[in-house]
């Protein structure tokens, strides 16, 4: 009788798993999904009545980098007009500069950075409007299935722990949405059309430029690896923080009670102190990635400039062609 009096008095919900590592419910625990294929085939089942503004985004993110790889090309015009003219004035020549053709090819690639402009804000637009419904939906549907879990659902994990389900986790996704979908339009039309302009430029050239792409794969799976742990125990020590916070601004005339001030306190900067960890470690394993990348892309834009200047020394390549290979390769390597 003692003891039951003492678990009902005990301001720690009865029931409740402990909250430190590897513990609590298995959807909080940062695991994998069991079914990726399952839980892809219901987000596309949610992305289904926005079809047509899927469409119009993935036509704005083809028109956009379309129009971006060819600014290169007008570019190298540009400069190989100027290159020649100057060469003839060193050389004692009377040749002018086609300013015609200059005003032309400058103008139009105003109008492709006008226009570029122009795409990406109706595709930022619209994405963001689809993320944004998404997520309304996604919500509702979370609130509607809170309302019909049993009680016992509840005595097993922290207020806080729902509320990380349907606030953080829900924006995660939205986020997610929104980069991944424009994202991988961009990167898949990036790499066909610049490896096309760069083979059309100079086929040994983008040999060279091609022996990046184990370095970089293996940069970021590397990175990816070590920093995905952290990112899950991130999102898992999120819900537990929040659960703690809110029992104790719920609770806190139950805690002064029982004179739990100290535990409590200890309980959360333990957990904020982990939360810190694990954020920091995600965040500076992040943001290692692009200058691994940037070190390795560094070596290739050397052993091409290497070899452009070569080219343009014997005269089988002038230097506006070299110049937009070399943008070719940054964007192909990003």
């Not at 028109?63 to 004035?89: D, F, M, Q, Y």
């Not at 097993?156 to 349907?166: A, D, F, W």
């Not at 997610?176 to 990036?190: A, D, N």
């Not at 083979?199 to 370095?215: R, V």
Request: proline share 4%; glycine share 10%.
């Amino acid at each position: 009788m003692n003891e039951t009096k003492r678990e009902r008095q005990s301001p720690e919900r009865n029931g409740r798993p402990p909250r430190g590592p590897g513990h609590g419910p298995p959807m909080f625990r940062g695991e994998k999904p069991k079914n990726f294929g399952s839980g892809m085939k219901k987000l596309l089942h949610f992305l289904a009545p926005f079809k047509f503004h899927i469409a119009l985004v993935t036509l704005c993110s083809a028109a956009s980098t379309v129009l971006g790889l060819i600014v290169p090309k007008l570019l190298a015009k540009v400069t190989n007009e100027i290159a020649r003219a100057a060469l003839e004035r060193a050389g004692g020549g009377e040749g002018g500069f086609n300013f015609t053709l200059i005003n032309s090819v400058l103008l139009l690639m105003l109008a492709i950075y006008l226009g570029t402009m122009l795409i990406s804000f109706v595709q930022g637009f619209t994405m963001s409007g689809v993320t944004t419904r998404v997520s309304f939906d996604l919500r509702n549907l979370l609130m509607a299935k809170i309302n019909r879990l049993p009680v016992s659902f509840f005595g097993k994990m922290t207020n806080g722990e729902v509320l990380s389900r349907i606030t953080n986790d829900v924006d995660t996704m939205s986020q997610s949405l929104t980069q991944s979908v424009t994202q991988s339009i961009t990167t898949v039309l990036t790499l066909a059309v610049a490896l096309g302009m760069m083979i059309s430029i100079s086929w040994k050239m983008t040999i060279i430029a091609l022996f990046m792409i184990p370095g970089s794969a293996l940069c970021t799976l590397f990175m990816v690896k070590v920093s995905q742990k952290y990112f899950r125990a991130q999102q898992k020590l999120l819900g537990n923080v929040n659960g703690t916070v809110e029992e104790m601004f719920g609770g806190h005339m139950v805690i002064k009670a029982f004179s739990a001030e100290k535990r409590v306190m200890k309980e959360f900067d333990e957990q904020n102190d982990a939360l810190y960890t694990t954020a920091w470690k995600a965040q500076f394993l992040t943001g290692m990635m692009m200058p691994l990348m940037n070190l390795v892309g560094n070596l290739g834009y050397v052993a091409v400039c290497m070899m452009g200047a070569y080219y343009t020394m014997q005269g089988s390549r002038e230097g506006g062609d070299v110049l937009a290979f070399i943008s070719y390769v940054r964007g192909f390597t990003q």
